[in-house]
Nanobody, 115 residues
Framework: QVQLVESGGGLVQPGGSLRLSCAASGSFFNIYAMGWDRQAPGRQRELVAG???????SYADSVKDRFTLSRDNAKNTVYLQMNSLKPEDTAVYYC?????????WGQGTQVTVSS
């Protein structure tokens, strides 16, 4: 079983920054990919950023140059540094992992960008 523990969400003013963390634990040998999705009220869930073995890092166009995804393989942890936040970044952010072709999701963490 795989557990994902997310942290770092909260309320921030436009232009501010937040850093999300997601740590994976459980019984597994290797994590192929990790990343973050988000879902805002009334909108479809979208991929924000992901990093995969041999495939590098990818970002949604809406967050390029503002968000940075990094991964610590020794800690099975992925970080999402979010800068220059905008009100449209407000959403529940979900961490995911791909382990041997099986996707696992965290419980979600709320990010609210508002003045």
């Amino acid at each position: 079983q795989v557990q994902l523990v997310e942290s770092g969400g909260g309320l921030v003013q436009p232009g501010g920054s937040l850093r999300l963390s997601c740590a994976a634990s459980g019984s597994f040998f290797n994590i192929y990919a990790m990343g973050w999705d988000r879902q805002a009220p009334g909108r479809q869930r979208e991929l924000v950023a992901g990093i995969a073995d041999g495939a590098g890092t990818s970002y949604a166009d809406s967050v390029k140059d503002r968000f940075t995804l990094s991964r610590d393989n020794a800690k099975n942890t992925v970080y999402l540094q979010m800068n220059s936040l905008k009100p449209e970044d407000t959403a529940v952010y979900y961490c995911y992992t791909n382990i041997a072709g099986v996707l696992h999701w965290g419980q979600g963490t709320q990010v609210t960008v508002s003045s």
